[in-house]
Structures are given as C-alpha cells and as structure tokens.
C-alpha cells in the first residue's frame, strides 16, 4: 500500500520510522518544500517526489503532517477522491473544517499523536466518521505506540490537553523531583537518576500489572503501597496536598483544553 507523508517534519519522521520498521507492506512516499532527511535514519527507504499532485496520484493514503497554518492552503490544492484515504495530525483543525475546504475529501481521519511517537510509545488519539479509513489509521499509529478511538471529534480537545500536552507536565515533575534532591544534599547526576528512574520504574510496574491481570488498577492502590502509616511518604503527600497539587494538574489540563477549544474556532 502506498503512504504518502504532506510535509515531512520531526512527527512524520517518527510515524515512517515507526512504519519502516514493522510494517513492510506499506511503501512510502513524501513531499515537503523544505525536505531534510539528514536526521531520518532510513532515508533510502522513502522516495521523495516533486510535487503534491504526484504524491496525491502515486498514493492510496496521505497524511497531512505540515503546520497548522499551512492546512488550509494544502487542503484546498489537492485534488480529493473518494477512493483515496486521507489523515489529518494537524493540532485543532477539525475534519468537518477540512472537508468544508474541499469537499472532495470524503475518507478521512484526525489523529492527536504525542510526543512518545518519537520512542514508539505515542499515544495516538483517532476520530473518523468513516470505519474503513479509521481501521487503516489504527493499523498506522499502532506502528508508533498504542492507538485510543473517540467516537466524538470534540474530545480531541481533551487529549491534547491530557496527552497531547501531558509531556511537558510530566518533564516539569521529573525536573521539580531533581531540584527537590539537589536541595536536599544530593548531587545533580544523583537526583537525576534517582527521579528518573523512580519516574520509569513506577510506571512499568503498573504498566507491567495492568497488561498481567488485564485491568486499570487505579493509582491509589499503588500509593497505599508506598505509603506507611506514620511515614516518611505519607509526610510528603501531605505536603502535596497543601499546595493543591492535584488541583494543579486539573487545571493544566482543563487550561489546555480550553486553548485548544479557542485555536480551533480561529
């Protein structure tokens, strides 16, 4: 099958890699006016054509990975087929704004990767009104880590409040955690190991958990674990807790949310 990539940024490299190492059966093409595949390890493995309308014609599948600013000029120059599926990773841009733009595109999904593609751990967030085209997205994104369905478009807001922006949130704990260290006595090279790895090490085993017994164990369970009665970690919670730092979290992702809400009405 052929894959075709519009724009062929940081994110579409990661998709094609994802690809080229597990799916085999697609073939891949790209198109970008300013095409750089110094940093694309398998550079040999996609062929680069000179214009939109021969990756439109050579291709059975195209994904939209160029800026949101340049969507609606890309969208309304291709020419759109039935026959042709089209997938969409550009951040608050609805599919009924991108068919509003061509009418011509009729098979099409949106996709919210993150920033995990880059380690093929994605979570990849996937609306399409069109059953065919959302299994062909899946069977793609699956390449690059684990696919989520949303049977409505308007919850793209939240997951990219969630995981869409979650990273950042995440390397603003990892980075609070070894300051903490470093403040405490210990040196840089220590507290970044030690929060990292305390980071990883917790998640793979609720991860690993979960996969075993087939089950979203909840968090809570797992800090009554670490939490003894009359404790060290039952102090910090607690400390946790004055500063409203679950309230923090809600409102980051709810704040989040409402920006993607505003950049896709613009």
Not at 47 to 55: E, M, Q, R, T
Not at 152 to 170: F, K, Q, R, W
């Amino acid at each position: 099958m052929n894959l075709g990539f519009i724009g062929f940024g940081k994110m579409a490299k990661a998709i094609a890699n994802g690809l080229l190492s597990s799916k085999p059966d697609y073939k891949l093409y790209c198109y970008d006016i300013r095409l750089d595949l110094e940093d694309f390890s398998f550079s040999t493995s996609i062929i680069a054509l000179d214009s939109l309308i021969d990756l439109e014609q050579e291709c059975d599948i195209l994904i939209f990975s160029v800026k949101p600013k340049d969507m609606e000029s890309v969208v309304k120059n291709i020419k759109g087929t039935e026959t042709k599926h089209y997938i969409s990773i550009a951040a608050g841009i609805s599919t009924s704004k991108m068919k509003s733009w061509n009418p011509k595109i009729k098979n099409l999904s949106r996709v919210m990767p993150n920033m995990g593609a880059f380690s093929k751990q994605s979570v990849s967030a996937i609306y399409s009104d069109n059953i065919e085209t959302l299994k062909i997205t899946q069977d793609i994104f699956k390449s690059i880590g684990i696919t989520i369905i949303l049977d409505n478009e308007d919850l793209m807001h939240a997951i990219t409040g969630l995981s869409g922006s979650g990273p950042a949130y995440v390397f603003l704990f990892l980075q609070s955690l070894i300051e903490a260290g470093i403040r405490e006595g210990l040196s840089y090279e220590i507290a970044y190991q030690a929060a990292l790895y305390t980071i990883y090490g917790s998640i793979q085993t609720l991860i690993e958990y979960n996969q075993n017994n087939k089950t979203l164990s909840h968090p809570a369970n797992w800090i009554i674990k670490v939490a003894s009665p009359g404790g060290t970690t039952i102090e910090g919670l607690e400390a946790l807790e004055e500063h409203r730092f679950k309230f923090s979290i809600y409102d980051a992702v709810h704040k989040a949310t409402e920006k993607s809400k505003l950049l896709g009405k613009q």
